[in-house]
Every structure is written in C-alpha cells, then in structure tokens.
C-alpha cells in the first residue's frame, strides 16, 4: 500500500476555503485515493474518493493532477463543525484487496470563529 | 449514522484477560474490516472478513482473531490482553462490488488495567 504523508495540523477560519493536500509518491496504478473525516470518539466517515482529475460531492472536492502522486481536498467556505481530523487513503480497491487501508496520523483540521 | 452498529461502546478489563467485541454490518454489506485505533493515531488495520472467511490480515499477534457470521455481523476476540491493547476498536462494512467505501461504526473504546 502506497505511503502517505499529510501536514500534521491546520488552522482556518469560518467561511474560508480549506484545501488539504496529501503526497503519494509510490501510487500504484490500480489505487484510488480516498479521503476520511473523523471527529473525536468516533469512526472514521467517508467524504470523498477519486482516481484522476477531479471529483465534486456535495460536501467537498478532490483535485489529482496527471501524475497522481499527490491529492488535495478541497472544502468549501468551512464551518465550526468541519474542525476534525482528516485521513488520506491511497490503496487498490478491487476484490481482493478492498478495505486494507492503511491510515496515516491525518491532518487536525481547527475552525476558528 | 451509517448503519454499522458495535457493541460495546466501553470496556475496562485488565491484563491477562479475553475480551470479545461486536460489530453489526450495514445492509447488503458483505464485508467487515477490524481496526485499532490508538490515542492520538490513525487507524491500523487488524483483518478482514469477506463471506464468512479471513481475507487478509495486518500485523497483530495470532491473539487477535475474528469471526464473522452468516448474516455478515462480526467479532473480534483478544486473548491475553496487555496494557498496549487499550484503544478505540472500530469496524467497517463494505460492499465488494465496484468502488471500496468503507462504512464504520462508532467503535469500542477497551481501557486494559
């Protein structure tokens, strides 16, 4: 499974637009890119997922360039209830390998009023 | 709420003991993943059950084992546990057709004294 690597920590601000970008060098070419939210005491939820160019959801966006060994989320005009800790997940999705994600220490995102 | 139930929420045991954790998997899911979360860290993958069968595992001692039953519900069973056991256990549920998402319940915190 590729290696991710993330910032440690962000601040925003209330209506600011945040965009968490994530290394994955050694993407492989079957991976998809995958992005988690989790608040405290609580399992991880699914945002966003993607494997090239860009995907838009009604929460967030995913931006891949051509290489692919790097994705940003993007969340649009943040909220008090966005500070959490967001995960990027890089891994192959067919059959046999679905759902043996392999989660780094993701990025603390803090909202301030 | 995604569906994924566990049980039990809280847990206090202490070293040497067995502890048996529940994980009810979301509608049409055939899927269930086991992680240990850590304070503090990401996600580290335990194993996965695909149709009633261990489908991969993550490196944790042969003391960790599972089960996962014919209406696709799930356990995690620790043998012998140590003080480095204590963390949030989660599960996923996932469908094995077409993109992985993975769907988790709001885990199990175990406290080992």
């Known amino acids: 499974l590729a290696k991710t690597t993330q910032p440690i920590s962000m601040d925003s601000y209330e209506g600011q637009e945040v965009n968490i970008t994530c290394s994955h060098n050694n993407i492989a070419t079957n991976d998809y890119i995958t992005w988690y939210q989790q608040f405290p005491s609580q399992g991880p939820r699914f945002i966003i997922q993607?494997?090239?160019t860009k995907v838009t959801n009604e929460v967030a966006s995913l931006f891949i360039p051509a290489d692919r060994k790097s994705s940003t989320l993007s969340l649009p005009r943040v909220s008090l209830s966005d500070t959490a800790v967001y995960y990027c997940l890089v891994g192959d999705i067919q059959d046999t390998n679905a759902g043996k994600s392999t989660f780094g220490d993701g990025t603390t995102l803090t909202v301030k009023p | 709420e995604t569906g994924v139930t566990q049980s039990p929420t809280h847990l206090i045991k202490t070293r040497g003991q067995q502890v048996t954790l529940r994980c009810s998997s979301q509608s049409g899911h055939n899927t269930v993943s086991w992680y240990q979360q850590a304070l503090g860290q990401g996600p580290q993958f335990i194993f996965q059950?695909?149709?009633?069968?261990?489908?991969g595992r993550g490196n944790f001692p042969p003391r960790f084992s599972g089960l996962q039953f014919p209406n696709y519900s799930s356990e995690l069973n620790v043998n012998a546990l140590e003080l480095d056991d204590s963390a949030l256990y989660l599960c996923a549920s996932s469908s094995r057709v077409g993109v992985e998402t993975q769907y988790f319940g709001p885990g199990t915190r175990l406290l080992v004294l």
């Open positions: 059950y695909y149709r009633e069968e261990e489908n």
């Open positions: 993607g494997y090239k």
